[in-house]
């Protein structure tokens, strides 16, 4: 939001200088009116729902113990899965860009999977791969783990729909870049870790400061994957957006709504901390040292 | 520090960029690699740095074979076409880079290396950019900041990929005859690579002309000029007429090395002027000779006899002063 805010600002500055053609006059004002309708309508939608029965009502719907419990869990698994999905990403961003080898469009192709695979039927996955009639079902059986209707399966649900999104963001910069900034620190005697820390990290610092950011707000507000693979038991594999699901189809629509308020403070927490983020890195990761 | 590179063969798939080449670099010496895109020049320098890895062959630096040595550990500057600067790092972080590198026991303190760097600014001449970021430097001061870089850390064989072809013309020379001042000064067996035989003439001790991945002729500016092992060589280092004298016998001559008269002389061919054109110090005369369509330019001083009231169309006879022979050396006629 206060990206879009002083982007405005500064453009509004600049556009009062220049003349305004009619059909300019129409496109802004329609591109208002649908930024009206589809975002901020069903923004202030939420909020108005989740606070009409008071503050009070708002407060005991969000501090409940089921609602608690579920948040606890949506943070559980947005911590283990972006940690991991940075990583992930990362390593594959960087071996996709930087070596040339056999099979690296497919690669890419599997990389993007979770984008085109419909989060329903991942989850279908791991029911298949670890559920009591699945392949591995023997085994976990006999060693007596739970995977599917547990936490596990949420946080392997959550790391599998998240998987492209940091990878995503740094392929195609790091592919614009090349590797010719590589070669020049290595050709100075730069190490491998070196070189990453020094030079290929800072070049990519604001498009893999953005996957995470987008990698950690589906985290905390995928549904799809992780209600096949929770089992949906209250106070144990419920995370926040499957709260807000269950009270809702249980008509209690303003707790829905408060816990949904809940939810989006997460996510404008998020993208506050990417503006944070971005003033403070700019200073601190190039002068780093090891 | 000598270069000695054997035998060397590479290929990318099945495109064969160079093959065999054998090359002497001699301490101390400054020497260009020249040729059109894609005869492999800019794999050789790569392989010099240990950026690539040849099928087979060595590279031996003073006696050393660095054949299996890392980039890391050949201690070359390297310059590159694009000059590669770190981008979000300031000229002075840039040029610190490859001496903060240095494993710890190595690295100078911050304060050796700060005035390492400055006399390193001060060599090339932009101590006042030290704060600067690559991007708002212009490209004639980029290209100055990537030498100081690469010299920071005392290499003995500086690598030059392209050095001046993305500057514009003005500032190329100027930097140009900076670099060979530089290379007198600081005295490291240098190579760069070129496609613009002018600047390798300008500066190099010795051309190594390259054509499809084998080398041409090795030989100084005056030689390779003088004395071209090829028609590919003679082509490559100027301006170039072909006149057709039978079905399979030409002549092959310069255009500042023709005779022109207003009346016809001994030896001289008639032609129709098609053209003419001052550029400043000589003047073009673009010719048409009876019996090919090719046409014949020959250049001129502007004040020469022949230009007075010279109008498209008339007739004029020329001869060339120096041919090339088929046994390769120039023959002046």
């Not at chain 1, 591995?136 to 392997?156: K, M, N, T």
């Not at chain 1, 589906?218 to 144990?236: D, Q, T």
Request: proline share 4%; hydrophobic share 50%; glycine share 6%.
């Amino acid at each position: 939001m206060s990206i879009a805010s002083a982007t405005l600002a500064k453009d509004s500055a600049v556009r009062a200088s220049v003349q305004r053609t009619p059909a300019a006059l129409i496109l802004i004002g329609l591109a208002w009116i649908i930024f009206a309708v589809v975002l901020l309508l069903p923004l202030y939608i939420v909020v108005t729902q989740g606070l009409q029965r008071g503050l009070d009502v708002f407060w005991n719907a969000i501090s409940e113990p089921d609602a608690i419990s579920a948040l606890k869990l949506t943070l559980l698994a947005t911590g283990i899965s972006v940690p991991l999905n940075l990583v992930f990403g990362v390593a594959a961003a960087w071996c996709v860009t930087k070596f040339e080898f056999r099979g690296k469009s497919l690669l890419i192709t599997l990389i993007d999977m979770p984008f085109s695979v419909s989060p329903v039927v991942a989850g279908l996955i791991y029911v298949l791969l670890f559920g009591s009639q699945g392949v591995f079902a023997p085994f976990l059986q006999a060693h007596d783990l739970q995977i599917v209707y547990a936490v596990p399966g949420i946080v392997l649900a959550t790391i599998f729909v998240t998987f492209p999104f940091v990878a995503r963001e740094l392929i195609p910069l790091m592919e614009e870049q090349g590797t010719t900034e590589e070669e020049a620190a290595r050709l100075l005697g730069a190490n491998g870790w070196q070189m990453f820390w020094h030079v290929t990290l800072p070049n990519v610092k604001w498009a893999l400061i953005y996957g995470v950011v987008l990698c950690t707000a589906r985290a905390m507000g995928e549904f799809g994957a992780v209600s096949v693979v929770s089992g949906h038991i209250r106070g144990m594999t419920n995370t926040l957006p499957l709260h807000i699901e269950i009270l809702y189809n249980e008509y209690n629509i303003v707790a829905a709504f408060s816990v949904a308020i809940l939810l989006l403070a997460m996510a404008l927490v998020i993208l506050l901390l990417r503006q944070w983020s971005e003033s403070r890195l700019s200073r601190s990761l190039v002068r780093d040292d090891e | 520090m000598s270069i000695e590179i054997r035998g060397i063969n590479k290929h990318f798939g099945n495109f064969q960029a160079l093959k065999n080449i054998d090359l002497h670099i001699r301490s101390g010496e400054l020497v260009a690699l020249l040729g059109p895109s894609g005869c492999g020049k800019t794999s050789l320098l790569r392989i010099i740095a240990g950026l690539e890895t040849p099928d087979t062959g060595s590279i031996v630096f003073h006696g050393e074979d660095v054949s299996s040595h890392d980039v890391r550990d050949r201690n070359v500057g390297f310059v590159f076409q694009h000059y590669a600067l770190f981008r979000h790092m300031t000229v002075f972080d840039n040029v610190a880079f490859g001496l903060r590198m240095k494993p710890k026991k190595q690295r100078p303190s911050e304060s050796v290396i700060a005035s390492k760097v400055h006399e390193l600014l001060n060599l090339v001449q932009l101590d006042w950019l030290a704060d600067r970021y690559p991007e708002q430097l212009s490209g004639g001061q980029r290209q100055r900041i990537a030498l100081a870089r690469a010299l920071a850390v005392e290499p003995k064989i500086l690598l030059l990929d392209e050095p001046f072809g993305a500057l514009d013309a003005k500032v190329r020379k100027e930097l140009r005859r900076w670099l060979a001042r530089l290379h007198e000064e600081v005295h490291l067996t240098s190579v760069f690579v070129t496609h613009d035989q002018e600047e390798a003439m300008e500066v190099a001790d010795r051309i190594v002309v390259m054509n499809k991945g084998v080398i041409e002729q090795i030989g100084t500016p005056a030689e390779v000029y003088e004395k071209p092992a090829s028609e590919f060589v003679y082509h490559f280092l100027g301006d170039s007429n072909r006149l057709q004298l039978a079905e399979d016998n030409h002549l092959l001559f310069r255009p500042h090395e023709v005779s022109l008269s207003r009346s016809a002389a001994d030896e001289h061919r008639a032609a129709q002027v098609r053209d003419i054109r001052p550029l400043g110090a000589i003047t073009r005369v673009t010719l048409q000779v009876d019996g090919q369509d090719e046409l014949i330019e020959a250049e001129v001083a502007k004040d020469h006899g022949s230009l007075a009231g010279l109008v498209r169309g008339e007739t004029l006879y020329f001869k060339p002063k120096a041919v090339l022979t088929p046994s390769g050396a120039v023959q002046h006629v």
